[in-house]
């Protein structure tokens, strides 16, 4: 399996993703990769405005509904205001990200 930049996989089984969310989309999904290298992050379409937490409200809930965990195993660690975020999946049960890209 070829590694990922916009996803790190720790020890304990949780998942670190860095996403660029594109918010008031028409729906929610993922977009695919975006960007190169070190800076390369998964692009997620969001069917939310950025506005009162909408937005990231919206990435965890569909992240929690593709991982199959409950919404607060999805811990948004950075990025609460931008677009540019950082989340960590903790026991996911499934694995949709090996087919992003």
């Not at 977009?31 to 390369?40: C, I, K």
């Not at 405005?49 to 809930?61: I, Q, T």
Request: aromatic share 4%.
């Amino acid at each position: 399996m070829i590694a990922r930049a916009w996803r790190r996989e720790a020890d304990d089984g949780s998942l670190t993703l860095q996403i660029q969310a594109q918010p008031g989309a028409r729906s929610t999904a993922v977009l695919g990769p975006y960007g190169e290298g070190s800076e390369a992050r998964l692009k997620i379409a969001l069917a939310a405005a950025p506005v009162d937490g909408k937005a990231n409200a919206e990435l965890r809930a569909f992240l929690a509904d593709a991982f199959g965990v409950a919404k607060r195993n999805v811990l948004l660690l950075r990025g609460e205001s931008g677009r540019n975020k950082l989340v960590r999946i903790e026991s996911p049960t499934r694995r949709p990200d090996r087919d992003w890209g």
